[in-house]
């Protein structure tokens, strides 16, 4: 019989620890803005931030899988600038092919994960190298598709996905479809993690490969899986970036870096074994409200490349300290 390497209480507790701080992070910033700007209690527009969040929290999902696991998925961005171009090129304002569209749309993402997660698990490539290669190969391959200019034209039942609101809901006044998809995406992510015995496997692996594989736990499988949820992820939150805003051949750039720094910010260790769906969920969260934040009073959006680098930076320390103690 297979067994899986049990998860200490050391590990356990400090993922519940990190989940509360990206609780009080959200709530703290949130604050703020409202403070600034009383118009965000209201519950509509707090439907509206949710919506306008809703990519970054998704992606955040997928990339903590592959945290997990130990390793980072730097194609994310790339892939949500595919699904954008190729839903445009291939529906070209055809609302009959949506459907089908969709599902190929999915199908590339799979297999955009299933390359890295290979090449990861098999070649023993870094994550960061093998995910930065296909990251500009898929770029490269989106702008030579599209010519380098957005090309054909996204039909209403496919920017809905992103953009449909209904109105004169009880309660939240407004009840946007991305929330729905968000609600949704995320049960499906804590399932993943909490409802099956893949969580488990992810902890080891990412806590101690070689242990995992003694244990007799399927490494390579393990971080093939969390590469493809990444993938399906970032195909999800290309298909609400069209939604949002139409066609852009810059509709993805730099949300890799998003979600891994909304991953830290909830308390999802960098270097793998530590780390909760909702420490991902709320941390996206922050991150959004921080940038938001930023807007209301008026600094420049430059500002957000700086703010992830820090965090990121100040990240890795804490990481590389917190293993150092343990050992």
């Known amino acids: 019989m297979t067994t899986v390497p ?74 949500a600038t595919l699904v954008v171009l190729a839903a445009s090129i291939l529906i070209n304002g055809d609302p009959g092919v949506t459907r089908v569209v969709i599902g190929a749309l999915y199908a590339m993402g799979i297999a955009v994960g299933l390359v890295n997660g290979f090449v990861v698990a098999f070649l023993k490539v870094p994550s960061i190298i093998s995910t930065l290669g296909t990251m500009l190969l898929v770029n490269g391959l989106a702008l030579a598709w599209s010519g380098g200019a957005p090309r054909g034209d996204l039909p209403d039942n496919f920017r809905n996905l ?17 929330v729905i998809v968000i609600a949704g995406f995320v049960a499906f992510a804590w399932w993943g993690l909490n409802g099956t015995v893949y969580g488990k496997r992810a902890l080891a692996v990412g806590d101690n490969p070689r242990a995992a594989e003694l244990a007799g736990t399927p490494v390579a499988a393990t971080r093939i899986l969390a590469f493809v949820v990444s993938a399906v992820s970032a195909v999800t939150a290309g298909i609400l970036l069209g939604g949002f805003s139409g066609v852009s051949v810059n509709a993805g750039e730099g949300l890799e870096l998003q979600a891994i720094a909304a991953c830290v910010i909830g308390g999802a260790q960098l270097l793998g074994g530590r780390g909760s769906i909702w420490s991902a969920v709320f941390g996206a969260l922050s991150l959004f409200a921080l940038f938001t934040l930023l807007n209301v009073l008026g600094l420049p959006q430059a500002l957000r490349d700086s703010i992830q680098g820090l965090i990121l930076i100040a990240a890795v320390g804490a990481s590389v300290r917190h293993n150092r103690r343990l050992t």
């Open 6 to 79: 049990q998860i200490s209480s050391s590990v356990r507790r400090p993922t519940r620890i990190a989940a509360n701080a990206g609780i009080v992070i959200f709530v703290v910033l949130y604050a703020a803005i409202a403070f600034l700007q009383p118009s965000y209690l209201e519950p509509s527009l707090f439907m509206n931030f949710m919506r306008r969040a809703a990519p970054l929290v998704i992606l955040a999902c997928g990339q903590l899988y592959v945290i997990l696991t130990g390793g980072f998925d730097l194609s994310m961005g790339a892939v």
């Open 162 to 178: 992103g953009r449909l609101v209904w109105r004169d809901i009880p309660v939240v006044g407004t009840l946007p479809l991305a």
